[in-house]
C-alpha cells in the first residue's frame, strides 16, 4: 500500500487568494486539511481505503474545503 503523506507535506503550505484587488496569503495547515478531507472522503467510499487517495484527489478535495474557508462558512469540526 503505497502512503502519499511524504509526497503530500512537500507542498506548498501558502496559498493565495485574490480579494478586493488585493493578493493575501492563506497559511493551511496542510496536515490538518488533507487529514479531514480524507476522513470524509473516505466516509463517503468505504471501498476504498485513505492510503490509496493520491495526492491529486487529495488536493482536489482539499480545495473544496478552501474556497469554504474562504467564503467563510467553513468550521472547524469537532
Not at 1 to 16: C, E, I, Q, V
Not at 32 to 38: E, Q
Request: contains cysteine.
Amino acid at each position: 500500500m503505497h502512503d502519499n503523506a511524504g509526497a503530500w507535506r512537500a507542498a506548498p503550505l501558502t496559498a493565495y487568494v485574490f480579494f478586493a484587488g488585493c493578493v493575501y496569503p492563506l497559511w493551511l495547515d496542510i496536515d490538518f486539511v488533507a487529514g479531514r478531507a480524507r476522513a470524509r472522503w473516505t466516509a463517503e467510499q468505504p471501498a476504498v481505503s485513505a492510503d490509496e487517495l493520491t495526492v491529486a484527489q487529495a488536493v482536489e478535495i482539499d480545495a473544496g474545503y478552501v474556497q469554504m474557508m474562504t467564503a467563510g462558512s467553513w468550521s472547524a469540526p469537532s
